[in-house]
């Protein structure tokens, strides 16, 4: 197999911008997918909880409708002590997602502080902040999370909401942080700065309003975070029992047996609105990914010129134009991280100028 | 310096971080296991309170320094106390049961997904909008399926409905462990619908990660040479593309891989699988203090260490790492 490569591609057909980048019709294919998926999930998480055909809590005591296979009374059976399924579910998926987007907005918010913050003050406080986002990179969450929790006199939502977002802040710290230095080096910077603009000014007007789409890429990541986690957290008992999300229906229907009874109405439903919820949020970060770096974009939205199919040439936005100043000490603890050894560019630029300081040769 | 070493130095202050952590946790929530045991048994007299303390080994005698050297020391010693429910057991003999288990599941397993996934993502980043693309939605489902419950949805079909597989649990029962043929086959037969759960779940990541490094790396003037130059396409694929843009992959194999391992847990209950889930969720619904700090500590070492043996990989692999190491 050849590729095919642009050699007769008209200039002027490659260099035209599309008009209206921003319209839903522009949108890849994936992202369109994902948002309607999650739209439909947001509409059941809104209207959902108004509509159930039961109390999902209610037990009914009638013998006959215990382990019910679905049927028109109950459209997805009921449970070992005869409560409704689909009401649990639509009850359920108001929590999960509840609580997901709460964690979301306050993991975001920390990084994007943590981040600012970092590439702002440079020096000390960033190596330390990055040191910090690094090693919480590497421990895993799960179990901290579970030994942070089982320690915590009561379970609920609150407090699962409290350790998530303590836990999820690094990985958008770390991009953001990145972007931050990038973005603050470029003129229009200095020219507000000029201007007298002061720094929180500057962050708030020039560098926030740059890093949107990164924050939002953020927020979809920690959203799908959030989800994963406090389903899994559930699923072994950690979280109030008593309430209803999709990962205490599924603690439930494991603990009761479900399986082994051959109950799948009790536990598909809510595993399904899981993935699917998981799904709808990859697509949609997918998508805004082609969005940013169109080589990503399948063969579908790739542009044919002249009967040759053409990949959009552009180059990818590339975070970090040059290598990073940074002070002695940061770029002796910068030398402990994983990304120095790649850093060939970097490395090599500045080896002539002036011998890297820190760390005995 | 070399890198290595840096990279030690930066695992070393993680594990202090995981450590100390674990031993503030503890002390900063309200509640212990000592007034626990207290709460479930009213009988007991406040006298023994201080007995059950240091039955226990969670008395604080002394000062807060003294109390995290004593506690420094015996992780160290792999003294991680006595069981709360299990009583006399200490909690390293579970441990060393438990985790070979889980090591050879979940390390294996992974190991197979990262490498699939990986070969995956370069035949679809090299054919750009080919038939792997369009599954590509599809493979996303997998991917945000939770571990669990697809284990659930496994169990379901293929040891329930039709009766290909065992239901669960690490090897037949009635077979006594050891090294000989029947227990082997049987605890590999028992494991291979939890491997298949974890290569199924998290082919698509890999999969993803690598095919999009490999299209920003396919665009890149070295490939385009490699081609001019009429090299084989087998070549140019796997030589040119494919061993740079496995440097990526693999720094966020690092990365990912607690998230993978965290899954794996959670879903080895499903299959009553004799490893470290099934004990962190005994340690849960028990409130075994001890047992959950030592399973946090453990699993945070696990992937540290795999994290260094990547760092490893990545020296190994990369010639300009090698390169640059020789001149430092």
Redesign the interface.
């Given at each position: 197999?050849?590729?095919t490569?642009p050699v007769t591609a008209d200039p002027a057909a490659l260099t035209e911008t599309p008009k209206d980048a921003g319209r839903w019709s522009r949108l890849p294919a994936?992202a369109k997918?994902g948002t309607i998926l999650l739209g439909v999930f947001i509409l059941a998480a809104i209207i959902g909880p108004m509509v159930t055909p039961y109390d999902p809590s209610y037990q009914n005591p009638s013998p006959s409708l215990s382990l019910q296979a679905p049927s028109a009374a109950h459209l997805l059976g009921t449970t070992q002590s005869g409560q409704d399924v689909l009401s649990q579910l639509l009850v359920g998926i108001r929590l999960t997602l509840e609580l997901a987007v709460i964690v979301g907005v306050v993991a975001t918010a920390l990084s994007v502080i943590v981040g600012v913050t970092a590439a702002f003050l440079g020096g000390f406080w960033d190596d330390l902040l990055s040191?910090l986002s690094?090693?919480?990179?590497?421990?895993?969450?799960?179990?901290?999370l579970?030994?942070?929790l089982?320690?915590?006199?009561q379970r609920g939502q609150a407090p699962t909401i409290i350790v998530l977002s303590v836990l999820g802040w690094p990985w958008g710290a770390r991009v953001i942080r990145a972007q931050t230095l990038a973005i603050r080096n470029r003129d229009f910077i200095a020219a507000s700065r000029e201007t007298g603009e002061g720094t929180w000014r500057i962050i708030t007007f020039e560098i926030i309003p740059n890093e949107v789409s990164l924050i939002a890429a953020s927020f979809v990541n920690t959203v799908?975070y959030a989800i994963?986690a406090s389903?899994?957290l559930a699923?072994?008992?950690?979280a109030d029992l008593n309430s209803w999300s999709l990962g205490t229906i599924?603690y439930w229907a494991?603990s009761q047996q479900a399986?082994?009874l051959?109950a799948?109405w009790w536990?598909?439903p809510p595993?399904l609105a899981?993935?699917?919820?998981?799904?709808a949020?990859?697509?949609l970060n997918?998508g805004m990914?082609e969005l940013g770096?169109p080589?990503?974009r399948?063969?579908?939205s790739?542009a044919k010129i002249g009967g040759h199919?053409l990949?959009p040439?552009d180059p990818?936005p590339v975070l970090q134009g040059g290598a990073p100043r940074r002070s002695a000490f940061a770029s002796f603890a910068h030398?402990?991280?994983?990304?120095?050894?790649?850093e060939?560019r970097s490395?090599s630029a500045r080896k002539p100028a002036a011998p890297q300081p820190g760390?005995?040769? | 310096?070399p890198?290595i070493i840096?990279?030690l130095?930066?695992?070393l202050?993680?594990a202090w971080?995981?450590l100390t952590?674990?031993f503030f946790?503890?002390r900063a929530?309200?509640?212990n296991a000592v007034e626990d045991i207290m709460s479930k048994f009213p009988s007991l007299q406040p006298s023994a309170y201080k007995a059950l303390e240091a039955m226990l080994g969670v008395g604080h005698p002394g000062s807060i320094w003294h109390q995290y050297w004593s506690y420094l020391d015996d992780v160290f010693h792999f003294n991680f106390g006595t069981d709360v429910v299990e009583y006399p057991a200490r909690v390293s003999t579970l441990l060393f049961e438990t985790i070979p288990w889980t090591l050879t599941l979940v390390g294996s397993a992974t190991i197979i997904a990262f490498v699939l996934g990986t070969g995956l993502g370069i035949i679809s980043g090299w054919?750009?909008?080919?038939w792997l693309?369009?599954v590509?939605?599809g493979l996303?489902?997998f991917?945000?399926?939770?571990y669990?419950?697809l284990a659930?949805?496994l169990?379901?079909v293929l040891a329930?409905t039709v009766h290909i597989f065992p239901?669960g649990q690490g090897y037949a029962g009635g077979l006594i462990p050891g090294w000989h043929w029947a227990f082997i086959g049987s605890a590999i037969y028992h494991s291979l619908l939890p491997a298949f759960t974890i290569v199924v779940t998290s082919v698509a990541g890999w999969m993803?990660q690598m095919r999009?490094v490999m299209?920003?790396t396919?665009?890149e003037d070295y490939v385009?040479a490699g081609?001019a130059k009429g090299l084989p396409?087998r070549r140019v694929v796997f030589t040119y593309a494919a061993r740079n843009a496995l440097?990526?992959q693999l720094?966020g194999f690092?990365?990912a891989?607690?998230?993978v391992?965290?899954?794996a847990?959670?879903m080895e209950?499903?299959f009553s699988y004799p490893g470290i889930g099934l004990l962190?969720?005994n340690?849960?619904?028990s409130?075994d203090?001890p047992l959950?700090?030592a399973?946090?500590l453990v699993?945070?070492f696990t992937?540290?260490l795999a994290?260094l043996i990547v760092?490893l990989i990545?020296?190994f692999v990369?010639p300009?790492?090698r390169a640059?190491e020789a001149a430092?």
């Open positions: 197999m050849t590729v490569l994936k997918a040191l690094n090693v919480f990179l590497v421990i895993p969450a799960l179990p901290l579970i030994l942070l089982g320690y915590l006199p799908l994963g389903v899994a699923f072994i008992g950690l599924l494991q399986l082994q051959g799948w536990f598909v595993g899981v993935a699917l919820i998981g799904t949020l990859v697509l997918t990914d770096n080589r990503l399948d063969a579908s790739v199919r990949h040439a990818t030398s402990f991280s994983r990304s120095s050894l790649l060939e490395q760390g005995e040769r | 310096m890198f840096r990279r130095v930066f695992y202050v993680a971080v995981a952590a674990n946790i503890p929530m309200p509640g054919r750009h909008g080919g693309d369009r590509l939605p996303m489902f991917q945000a399926i939770p669990f419950f659930l949805i169990v379901e329930i239901l993803l999009n299209i920003t396919i665009g385009l081609q396409n440097l990526p720094q690092g990365l891989l607690g998230f391992v965290s899954g847990i959670v209950i499903v962190l969720l340690a849960v619904t409130n203090y959950m700090q399973i946090f699993i945070t992937v540290l994290n760092d990545i020296v990369d300009r790492a640059r430092r």
